[in-house]
């Protein structure tokens, strides 16, 4: 796949920026310039979030909220959060717009930016009907680590959208460490998910918490069936019940056409680790 090179405007004035991620809404062109806008933290900028967040037109007001969202400063070659203080004041005032792109744009944006307030609205907009608003919710709740945001993982690790899951599963697996029965037996569940993306953020939740059954689970798979994520959890797992598994697959490297480096550099850090094993879990 050819990889998408991204525009640079560096030498655009605030204004033009705006004016090209309107008139090219949603566009690569869009968020080429909203993630330079987001880089120019400065009085200036948010001054000029603050306005299009007043805007009558609804893609002014999403424009404002998606640069709130991440809007941060230069310093020589890194870059620090700015203002998080009235960008946060701003993303909370936009929950309740009345359009659904905005509200997405504001939930997303205080998972960059969590805020104690932010955390009962999030709860309400997790049953929300847009599947990209709870999605959101999804992403944004790995920033919170109350019981309320938990519970609400849980929920939605067994969404009808298959993202949401997704992340739902990676938020209780591996952002949130609460070990508690029912996390656990979610993601259990979720092994038997119909997506792999979501089987793999299982696993490793699983492995992360030490669980024993992933060593079964693992075996089960077959030569065929080992994923990336299911060698970061045998590397986790680090038991050498896993090793001949494990060797087996090195020896079948050979007979992969589309073997993916990433996936051989995690079977090479799996075999380290269960090799190394003193006890078997």
């Keep these: 796949m050819k990889r998408r090179v991204r525009r640079s405007f560096k030498h655009r004035s605030l204004r033009q920026l705006v004016r090209v991620a309107l008139l090219a809404w949603n566009s690569d062109r869009c968020w080429d310039a909203i993630c330079e806008l987001r880089m120019r933290g400065s ?16 893609r002014k007001r999403a424009l404002g909220v998606n640069i709130a969202a991440q ?13 998080l203080v009235p960008t946060q004041q701003l993303l909370l005032s936009h929950l309740h717009d009345a359009r659904e792109e905005i509200v997405d744009a504001a939930v997303a944006g205080l998972g960059h930016r969590p805020h104690a307030d932010a955390l009962p609205e999030l709860v309400r907009l997790a049953a929300h009907r847009n599947r990209d608003i709870r999605f959101s919710v999804a992403c944004a709740l790995g920033s919170y680590f109350e019981p309320e945001s938990v519970a609400v993982l849980l929920r939605l690790a067994r969404d009808v959208d298959d993202d949401v899951r997704d992340w739902a599963t990676f938020g209780l697996g591996t952002l949130h460490d609460v070990d508690t029965p029912e996390v656990r037996e979610r993601l259990w569940q979720n092994l038997g998910d119909a997506e792999a993306d979501v089987r ?11 669980d024993a059954r992933v060593i079964d689970h693992l075996l089960a798979l077959g030569d065929d069936g080992w994923g990336s994520l299911d060698l970061n959890a045998a590397k986790k797992m680090a038991s050498p019940r896993l090793l001949s598994a494990l060797q087996a697959l090195q020896r079948g490297v050979q007979r992969r056409a589309d073997l993916n480096p990433g996936w051989l550099g995690e079977l090479h850090l799996a075999l380290a680790a269960c090799s190394g094993t003193a006890t078997a879990h």
Excluded: M
């Design 200 to 210: 793999g953020e299982a696993v490793i939740g699983l492995a992360v918490r030490g």
């Design 71 to 83: 809007l941060r400063q230069r310093v020589g070659s890194e870059s620090v959060e700015y203002a």
């Design 43 to 58: 009085p200036a900028t948010l001054a000029l979030a603050q306005t299009l967040c007043r805007s009558g037109n609804w």
